[in-house]
């Protein structure tokens, strides 16, 4: 008891206070002891063959009753090795009647031996009746046909959704290129393209022939500045996109545009100039896809008024068979930008700029919060390319052991179709830190597209491991 009545009490609370401090200061110091490294990255010049993108073959077929199935399909698939197929399907044996049992079952052997192609390619469709500019002889006479023919086709296009990126037109049309048909005028134009949105799963996009067109079928003057993009909605405006098989061949793209500026158009239908069009092209395919053809013009097939042109429109896919005089062009003429290409052929520069082309600028980690127990993630990812994925793409950030082997999730939900052609943008995800076991890890980076699982190619030197892209790091 004497003791205690001499124990000076006047000193435990600061004694207590000290105490606290103490075992504050080296919980702090046992968390803070976390070393981080991050990789640098450079671009390469390297053709990235990422899905829904690039130089495309055109493959046709002409469904008959004469139809024998045989491995020739198969063995064709087998062979092709680029990203994008177009497929044509000549219906002109069935314009005065159905599509037969046999027809539809040569369509069925045609997709199912493109949708299991081990190179991954997807497909554009066009369904047509006319390959030789005479399609006013050649198609139905009855609209009502036209429409039964789409109702026929649909549930074989969708049962393959999976392997269809978009199909172009509306059957009709020279070439199936919407012009030189009966079935031009507003009211069939409307009525062609509404049935085939309906018919149609809307995973697949649809293209017409000319923004003329697209404006005419949702009588609208300009894009909305909120559009319904990437699958928010179902309507046929966040779907419908654009194909030009005139690419470059003249001011107006051979017939594509006109010379009505947009403060004289009296209807939504009008052709615009060719400034004003790419300008409408500029806004719309941030969200829809655009392609198709370039013909040779001894000035707009120069490199650099080509690249710009193609860049305005964000175009992500072209034949790669027409125009070869643009090609070769392209192949004689040096690429002089500011960039990591600067030295290359302009055809080298183009084929890897078609679609998206994603590029990681920078990795950091920084530590923060009291006790130095938080760790933000920021990567920089630039879109170099021409346009930008217009489909969903899983974006994953992970820990991995260096020695159990073992893997964290990072969330990292990150929505690359937002991040268009030319645009830079930084993105931060957290890491649990205090929830680490000691040791080693490495911090990698990984995107595939939700559809197919395809992983999707960056541009950059840094090699790509069966892990993703090694960004950086931690110790703990």
Known sequence: MKLLHYFPFRLLIPVCILLAIFFFCMWIASSSRITCTTESFSESTEYLANPYQGFYHIIGYT?????VPTDSVSHQVKSYKKSLALLEINLKNYRTTEISETGITQLNDILTAWSQSPSNTKLILRFLYDWNGLALATEPESL???????DQVSPLVNQHRASVYLMQGIFTGNWGEMHHSHFMDAASVKTLIQHLHEVIDPSVYLSVRTPSQWRMIHDLYDVPSRFPAFGTDTSLLGRLGLFNDGMLGSESDLGTYGNTARRDAATPSYQGTRKEELIFQNHLCNYVPNGGEVIYNQNLSELETSVSALRTMHVSYLNADYDSR???KWKKTVWTGNDAFHGCDGY????AHLGYRYVIRGCDLKKSGLQKSNLALTLTIENTGFSNTL??????VFLKNTETEAYIYVPFNIDLRTLTGGQKK????????????????EIYFSVKDETSGQIILFGNKNEMTKDGYL???LEK
């Open 144 to 150: 009502d046909l036209i429409l039964t023919h789409m």
């Open 326 to 328: 643009v090609y070769e």
């Open 391 to 396: 489909k969903p793409f899983e974006t994953s």
């Open 471 to 473: 960004l950086g790091q």
């Open 63 to 67: 469904l008959s009753d004469a139809y």
């Open 348 to 351: 080298s520069y183009v084929k």
């Open 426 to 441: 930084s993105f931060t995800a957290k890491i649990p830190v205090k929830d680490l076991e000691h040791g080693s890890y």
